[in-house]
């Protein structure tokens, strides 16, 4: 996830439980022009951040074949396909979900990038372009044709964007394709562990991507984990969040410059201090906070009255 999955929050999802990482999505013109933050966004620790697949996008042919040969050389365990942003900038020029009115396209640049590509390859996408057209079922079957090795499908269109719930029906009847033998995963609105037993209990997929939730909520890898396995849940005390958020902090401080790294943290704070009665003066101090010092004078005001507090578990993850 663009700004989200970078190296430091990604160990620490790993650390909690998450089995499959991915980088923020990198364009392919812009590995091509060697743009230095394009270049960066492909790096990852190679102790400690596997499997791992570096996320690629675009549209023209050479820029992916190129791009893919880039990510590659980076020796990540395999390369996904973004088919899936439905941002402006993104989707309008043909890239991400923009894709998803030339099916054609979509499946012979998917070739050419598999053909050039000595890893897996993997594709995220969306169910189709918008409410009349979702061929996700299609879709599936043809990239599956051309040799991808596993699918992500977040249940939305590219014109729902992030609106309305995800409809996991067609994830489910890709799944069901009695034609399908690659792994299928579902995306969308994943927010508790409750959730992903059931979503993968009812719609039957290889597993689930969890995007939003996850955001300053790490844990919920945790709490998946032991739910697949029919276990409680270990609530994670405030301790606990106010130490992984100062890791994270500082691991964004040093991937970052200190003042991306502080604003970028800010996204974070209500997932890490989530479902805190009474929180909300602090979580305001944190997104105003201007300094790193300000930052944990007010994780230490925050350990001072929250130490001991009782999470409802319910409740725990989003
Ligand atoms: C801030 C943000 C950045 C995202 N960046 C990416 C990205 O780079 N690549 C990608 O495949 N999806 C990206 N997504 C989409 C998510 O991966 C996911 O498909 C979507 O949020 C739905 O899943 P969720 O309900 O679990 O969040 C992004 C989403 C958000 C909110």
Redesign the pocket.
């Known amino acids: 996830?663009?700004?989200?999955?970078n190296p430091p929050f990604r160990k620490i999802c790993k650390h909690y439980g998450a089995d499959v990482l991915?980088?923020?999505?990198i364009s392919s013109d812009a590995l091509l022009r060697e743009v230095e933050a394009s270049k960066k966004k492909m790096m990852f620790d190679d102790k400690v951040e596997r499997p791992i697949g570096i996320?690629i996008?675009g549209n023209n042919e050479q820029s992916l074949i190129a791009a893919t040969e880039i990510a590659a050389a980076a020796q990540p365990d395999f390369i996904?396909i973004?088919w899936?942003?439905p941002v402006r900038k993104v989707a309008g020029k043909g890239c991400g979900s923009g894709i998803l009115n030339d099916i054609p396209k979509m499946i012979s640049l998917t070739k050419s990038v598999v053909s050039h590509c000595p890893l897996p390859v993997s594709v995220?996408t969306r169910l189709g372009y918008d409410e009349s057209n979702k061929p996700v079922v299609y879709i599936a079957e043809a990239l599956q044709d051309v040799g991808i090795e596993a699918i992500?499908i977040?249940g939305?269109t590219r014109a729902a964007m992030?609106k309305g719930q995800?409809d996991w029906t067609l994830i489910g009847e890709v799944k069901a394709n009695a034609r399908m033998q690659i792994p299928v995963f579902g995306?969308?609105?994943?927010?508790t562990a409750e959730k992903v037993v059931e979503y993968k209990n009812r719609y039957g997929v290889d597993g689930i991507?969890?995007?939003?939730?996850?955001?300053g909520n790490p844990f919920i890898f945790l709490h998946a984990q032991q739910a697949l396995r029919g276990e409680a849940p270990t609530p994670v005390s405030v301790q606990e969040r106010i130490e992984v958020c100062k890791q994270h902090l500082e691991g964004l401080r040093q991937w970052r410059t200190e003042r991306v790294a502080l604003l970028e943290m800010r996204?974070f704070y209500s997932g890490y201090f989530y479902a805190m009665n009474n929180f909300k003066p602090f979580r305001i101090r944190l997104v105003t906070a201007e300094s790193y010092e300000e930052v944990y004078e007010i994780l230490e005001d925050v350990r001072q009255n929250f130490t001991g507090y009782q999470f409802d578990l319910k409740q725990q993850d989003l």
């Open positions: 996830m663009e700004a989200v999955t991915i980088s923020e999505f996320q996008f996904d973004n899936g942003c995220k992500s977040h939305r992030y995800a995306n969308g609105d994943i927010d991507l969890i995007g939003r939730a996850a955001m996204k």
